[in-house]
Structure formats: structure tokens, C-alpha cells
């Protein structure tokens, strides 16, 4: 008698999984109003500065808390934490290439997530979520903005540095890279719960900041 053969099903990659179980709430900070219309060219060349000047908050907590890992040396961030990430000057830079000096307060929804992000200085895996989801959304989605911002508004490659990488390998290379360092980060099932759900307040925090930036719009 020949004995059934059992295949067993390949354990999910944690990269695979932490992209499933945010999809949705991506999804939806993505197609939010005022990144559809921005992304379709009916908003302006200012409504997307006004997007830059909250970003540079994030970025500078984010870019704060990576160096502040870096110095105490912890070794799970390491391979993610590179220096040659950091946007916050290319940020500055574009905005000031955009011919804006001072750079705009803080709406609501950014100071609660720019907190947020300086909160996870006490936890490295929380910090890894909002590490994910800006620059692996800038190697991705972002590459997407650059081209129809200058397709749209007319804005010059000088003003979009932001997700400009020159220091890195291409993008797909570097995100191929990044998934399965996170694969293979030693995180415990904890820490990669935590890990999710981070994600998840990430994208609603984005979610926030964007309907924020829609109101602006009807001022």
C-alpha cells in the first residue's frame, strides 16, 4: 500500500507577510483624495510643496532616532540603518529649489506621527516599521511621484532630489536586499507582530496627514 505523500506548504516570508497584512491600510493612505488628485495633475505645484514642508518634520525624527541607533550600535538595525538613506537636507534642498525659504508649521497629523516616530527610539522593531515604510515607499511609489510631479507641474529634476538614491544600488536591487534582511532580521514572533502593527499606525498617521493636506486645498 503506498503511502500519501504530504506537501507542506513553504512558511510565509515575514517581507510577504508584513506586505499582506498592510495592504489595505496602504492602499488606502495611497488612493486617499488628496494623493489621487495630486497624482492625476489637478492640484498645483504649491500643493505639493505644501506636501514637502510636512515632510521634512518626519524625515528629521525619523533621521534623528537611525543615528541615535546607530551611536548606541544596536545590531539588528544595522544592515537596515544605512546613513546613505537620509532625505531630510535633499528635502530641504528641494523645497528651497522650489523657491521656499522658511519651511511651513506642522499641520495636526504630522506632529502626532513625527512623535510617534521618535517614540519608537525605545523600541528598535517599532522603529524598523516607519523605517520600512518611508524609504521602501520612496524606492517605490515615490519613484512614481517624481515622474508625473515634472510630467504635471512642470517641477525640475533639481527640485525633486528627494527620491533621487545616487548613493545606493537601483531600486529594485536595494528593495530585493532590504525584503530579505527583513526576513531574516532575528525578531521574535512578538517582535514582528509589533513590527505590523507599527506599519499599520504608520499608514493611518499617513492617511491622517493626507486628508489634512485636502483641507489646505479648499482655504
Same mark, same amino acid.
Given at each position: 500500500m503506498n503511502a500519501t505523500a504530504t506537501t507542506e506548504i513553504p512558511a510565509e516570508k515575514f517581507s510577504a507577510r508584513l506586505k499582506r497584512e498592510s495592504e489595505e491600510l496602504h492602499s488606502t493612505a495611497e488612493h486617499s483624495g488628496f494623493m489621487t488628485k495630486l497624482m492625476k495633475g489637478e492640484l498645483s505645484e504649491k500643493s505639493y510643496l505644501r506636501l514637502l514642508n510636512q515632510y521634512v518634520y518626519l524625515y528629521e525624527a525619523l533621521e534623528k532616532v537611525a543615528q541615535?541607533?546607530?551611536?548606541?550600535?544596536?545590531?539588528? =538595525? @544595522? $544592515?537596515?540603518?544605512? $546613513? @546613505?538613506?537620509?532625505?531630510?537636507?535633499?528635502?530641504?534642498?528641494?523645497?528651497?529649489? =522650489?523657491?521656499?525659504e522658511n519651511i511651513d508649521p506642522a499641520l495636526p497629523a504630522t506632529t502626532k506621527y513625527a512623535q510617534r516616530i521618535l517614540d519608537s527610539a525605545q523600541s528598535p522593531e517599532r522603529f524598523l516599521s516607519h523605517h520600512y515604510l518611508r524609504y521602501l515607499g520612496d524606492l517605490s511609489g515615490g519613484q512614481a511621484v517624481a515622474v508625473l510631479m515634472g510630467r504635471h507641474y512642470g517641477i525640475s529634476s533639481e527640485a525633486l532630489s528627494m527620491y533621487r538614491f545616487d548613493e545606493l544600488p537601483k531600486p529594485k536591487i536595494f528593495k530585493d536586499s532590504y525584503r530579505t534582511l527583513l526576513d531574516n532580521a532575528p525578531l521574535s514572533e512578538e517582535e514582528r507582530q509589533n513590527v505590523v502593527d507599527e506599519t499599520l499606525r504608520g499608514f493611518q498617521?499617513?492617511? @491622517? =496627514?493626507f486628508s489634512e493636506l485636502m483641507e489646505q486645498e479648499s482655504h
Open positions: 541615535g541607533y546607530r551611536e548606541a550600535g544596536n545590531k539588528m =538595525l @544595522e $544592515p537596515f540603518n544605512q $546613513p @546613505e538613506l537620509a532625505r531630510t537636507e535633499r528635502i530641504r534642498a528641494d523645497i528651497k529649489a =522650489l523657491g521656499q498617521y499617513n492617511a @491622517e =496627514l
